[in-house]
């Protein structure tokens, strides 16, 4: 199976500066943040069953990045308008911050990226690949918001994150350190075949490449000819463990093969020959089709921390790569409210419980048994698993608030407000009147971070922290911050010839590192990987958890949903 453990620098979380620059500069900058991005768009805008806004691939890259100051804009004209208004946390924006990002990228082209009409132009981006995290552990996961979006199709196989820092050459030679901006480009793992000693990726669906949308009157004729009564070949293993467990299996051993290239020494050699294995699972991984999601974390004052996501929208045959509500992250004005408190309880695993297996207990349910939900009986979240779900007409919350003699809907615990000047930023989406949102568009983490408080949870003491601290460890804002042992990021941007610092969340801390090589690479002021709220004591080493299941899928010996259970906890 393997003639040498598993390395989880190798194999887990790949951050060496001599791999992750060379891949970044070589293979003829095919893994470049501002190419691949575009090449997410590029294939829509060259499908004729898609209508675009967007005359040239700058065009639309441009837009990712302008979209949000766009929002930011508004959040501050909100606030000026609605002084009583809750905030989402910290103080209101004083710049428009991804205009930097345009900026660079318009010094490094010589042009705006709006002009741009050779998709090989925007190779030239000023983001520095910072590593590459093998993300199997996140498989069985989902997200169910929206019919309409790549990311409803669950990664059976888990993900793949390229993580990038944004490179500002006067900030580095003024500063002596790395602009505080990181990005995520999320990738599904598909589903591999092994022939003729060779690993070949196999298509996700059976038909059109865009089988995974649920709605045929959406798609052309074409579509409905080819997809429509099609089994989704990802949906079709979550429902076959046998298959499933060979399957992950064929991409634990390619990744763990990494860890085999080593010296005689027994070291492993973090060489061409290692860089050149890491980019043959790249190009299986890496297509626009396999495209999840972007995420941001950027430091915006000495002691706060901003967050952000953008998903797909394909709606209408139109799409887009724009900001979204962060999953799972609710207006935290919520967390006294009833409200919230039911959501948590709705999805905790009690032991016993019908359908679910007894590892999964005493957490929020993460499991996914069931892909045919959709828009129009998303009520039945409970066949699911967790999530909280965007809008009140989309989930069982549809009982928990009132409407007002003028229409307009509140919740009815009335935590965020009892008008609409009162409620946070886009709680009530486009000023509309019925409805009414559950998650924020922006995550906020000032010095140590708020601790999310569950006050109205059910259970003893005990069993009410067990709640608060498995909603608020999978929170944005929860898991970047004291409560997921960190101060704003876990892996953090750094200097052309510099490291990435990791935080004791990943690693663990200075005294319980198993390899010593680690210890300096630790996030600065950070160096404890423990957490202690009231009685409860949480203790963190995600890398050694992830690198534990990496040995239990080669084994097949891993259970489906297993990982992503909290991060602390034991199987």
Same mark, same amino acid.
């Given at each position: 199976?393997?003639?040498?453990?598993?390395?989880?620098?190798?194999?887990?979380?790949?951050?060496?500066?001599?791999?992750?620059?060379?891949?970044?500069?070589?293979?003829?900058?095919?893994?470049?943040?501002?190419?691949?991005?575009?090449?997410?768009?590029?294939?829509?805008?060259?499908?004729?069953?898609?209508?675009?806004?967007?005359?040239?691939?700058?065009?639309?890259?441009?837009?990712?990045?302008?979209?949000?100051?766009?929002?930011?804009?508004?959040?501050?004209? $909100?606030?000026?308008? %609605?002084? @009583? +208004?809750?905030? =989402?946390?910290?103080? *209101?924006?004083?710049?428009?911050?991804?205009? /930097?990002?345009?900026?660079?990228?318009?010094?490094?082209?010589?042009?705006?990226?709006?002009?741009?009409?050779?998709?090989?132009?925007?190779?030239?981006?000023?983001?520095?690949?910072?590593?590459?995290?093998?993300?199997?552990?996140?498989?069985?996961?989902?997200?169910?918001?929206?019919?309409?979006?790549?990311?409803?199709?669950?990664?059976?196989?888990?993900?793949?994150?390229?993580?990038?820092?944004?490179?500002?050459?006067? $900030?580095?030679?003024? %500063?002596? @350190? +790395?602009?505080? =901006?990181?990005?995520? *480009?999320?990738?599904?793992?598909?589903?591999? /075949?092994?022939?003729?000693?060779?690993?070949?990726?196999?298509?996700?669906?059976?038909?059109?490449?865009?089988?995974?949308?649920?709605?045929?009157?959406?798609?052309?004729?074409?579509?409905?000819?080819?997809?429509?009564?099609?089994?989704?070949?990802?949906?079709?293993?979550?429902?076959?463990?046998?298959?499933?467990?060979?399957?992950?299996?064929?991409?634990?051993?390619?990744?763990?093969?990494?860890?085999?290239?080593?010296?005689?020494?027994?070291?492993?050699?973090?060489?061409?020959?290692?860089?050149?294995? *890491?980019?043959?699972?790249?190009?299986?991984?890496?297509?626009?089709?396999?495209?999840?999601?972007?995420?941001?974390?950027?430091?915006?004052?000495?002691?706060?921390?901003?967050?952000?996501?953008?998903?797909?929208?394909?709606?209408?045959?139109?799409?887009?790569?724009?900001?979204?509500?962060?999953?799972?992250?609710?207006?935290?004005?919520?967390?006294?409210?009833?409200?919230?408190?039911?959501?948590?309880?709705?999805?905790?695993?009690?032991?016993?419980?019908?359908?679910?297996?007894?590892?999964?207990?005493?957490?929020?349910?993460?499991?996914?048994?069931?892909?045919?939900?959709?828009?129009?009986?998303?009520?039945?979240?409970?066949?699911?698993?967790?999530?909280?779900?965007?809008?009140?007409?989309?989930?069982?919350?549809?009982?928990?608030?009132?409407?007002?003699?003028?229409?307009?809907?509140?919740?009815?615990?009335?935590?965020?407000?009892?008008?609409?000047?009162?409620?946070?930023?886009?709680?009530?989406?486009?000023?509309?009147?019925?409805?009414?949102?559950?998650?924020?568009?922006?995550?906020?983490?000032?010095?140590?971070?708020?601790?999310?408080?569950?006050?109205?949870?059910?259970?003893?003491?005990?069993?009410?922290?067990?709640?608060?601290?498995?909603?608020?460890?999978?929170?944005?804002?929860?898991?970047?911050?004291?409560?997921?042992?960190?101060?704003?990021?876990?892996?953090?941007?750094?200097?052309?010839?510099?490291?990435?610092?990791?935080?004791?969340?990943?690693?663990?801390?200075?005294?319980?590192?198993?390899?010593?090589?680690?210890?300096?690479?630790?996030?600065?002021?950070?160096?404890?990987?423990?957490?202690?709220?009231?009685?409860?004591?949480?203790?963190?080493?995600?890398?050694?958890?992830?690198?534990?299941?990496?040995?239990?899928?080669?084994?097949?010996?891993?259970?489906?949903?297993?990982?992503?259970?909290?991060?602390?906890?034991?199987?």
């Amino acid at each position: 199976m393997l003639d040498n453990p598993i390395d989880p620098e190798a194999s887990v979380l790949i951050t060496k500066r001599q791999i992750v620059n060379r891949i970044n500069r070589e293979y003829g900058k095919r893994f470049t943040m501002g190419y691949l991005l575009a090449s997410v768009g590029k294939r829509y805008m060259d499908d004729p069953d898609f209508v675009t806004n967007y005359t040239v691939i700058g065009d639309y890259t441009d837009d990712i990045f302008s979209r949000p100051d766009e929002r930011q804009d508004e959040y501050a004209r $909100f606030l000026r308008d %609605n002084p @009583r +208004a809750h905030s =989402m946390g910290g103080a *209101v924006y004083e710049s428009r911050r991804f205009q /930097r990002v345009l900026n660079l990228w318009q010094s490094k082209l010589g042009k705006s990226v709006r002009s741009v009409r050779n998709i090989n132009e925007l190779k030239q981006s000023p983001f520095r690949l910072l590593g590459i995290a093998n993300r199997m552990d996140l498989a069985g996961d989902r997200d169910p918001r929206n019919n309409n979006e790549i990311t409803f199709e669950p990664r059976s196989l888990g993900e793949l994150h390229l993580l990038y820092g944004l490179v500002d050459p006067d $900030f580095e030679s003024s %500063n002596g @350190r +790395a602009f505080p =901006m990181v990005f995520v *480009v999320s990738y599904r793992i598909p589903s591999l /075949r092994f022939e003729g000693g060779v690993y070949r990726p196999l298509p996700e669906t059976t038909g059109h490449p865009d089988c995974w949308i649920d709605d045929p009157s959406t798609k052309s004729s074409a579509w409905r000819s080819q997809c429509q009564g099609k089994p989704r070949f990802l949906r079709a293993l979550d429902q076959d463990e046998t298959r499933w467990k060979n399957k992950m299996q064929l991409w634990a051993q390619r990744f763990a093969a990494l860890s085999d290239l080593r010296d005689s020494r027994g070291r492993v050699m973090f060489n061409n020959d290692f860089s050149n294995a *890491v980019v043959n699972i790249l190009d299986d991984i890496v297509k626009p089709e396999n495209f999840l999601s972007l995420k941001s974390n950027t430091k915006i004052r000495d002691d706060e921390y901003e967050l952000r996501e953008w998903y797909t929208l394909t709606g209408n045959r139109r799409y887009r790569l724009i900001p979204r509500k962060l999953r799972r992250e609710p207006f935290r004005c919520m967390q006294t409210s009833t409200e919230l408190a039911a959501i948590v309880d709705k999805y905790w695993v009690r032991g016993g419980t019908p359908g679910v297996p007894s590892y999964l207990e005493q957490d929020l349910d993460m499991s996914s048994r069931d892909y045919s939900l959709g828009n129009s009986v998303a009520i039945q979240e409970d066949k699911a698993g967790y999530e909280v779900l965007r809008d009140v007409e989309r989930n069982f919350l549809s009982t928990k608030y009132r409407t007002k003699s003028n229409g307009v809907r509140i919740w009815a615990s009335r935590a965020c407000g009892d008008t609409v000047g009162k409620m946070p930023f886009r709680m009530k989406q486009d000023n509309q009147l019925r409805d009414l949102i559950t998650l924020t568009n922006i995550g906020r983490v000032k010095g140590d971070g708020a601790i999310w408080q569950l006050p109205r949870v059910s259970g003893s003491a005990e069993v009410k922290e067990k709640r608060r601290h498995a909603f608020a460890i999978r929170s944005c804002t929860g898991c970047h911050s004291q409560e997921g042992s960190t101060t704003g990021f876990h892996i953090s941007n750094r200097l052309q010839n510099g490291e990435s610092k990791l935080s004791p969340f990943l690693i663990g801390n200075s005294t319980s590192l198993s390899d010593r090589r680690m210890e300096s690479r630790l996030v600065p002021n950070r160096i404890t990987n423990r957490f202690t709220y009231g009685r409860a004591n949480y203790e963190y080493n995600v890398l050694a958890r992830r690198e534990e299941f990496m040995h239990k899928v080669l084994r097949q010996q891993a259970r489906m949903y297993e990982n992503l259970m909290r991060p602390e906890m034991n199987h």
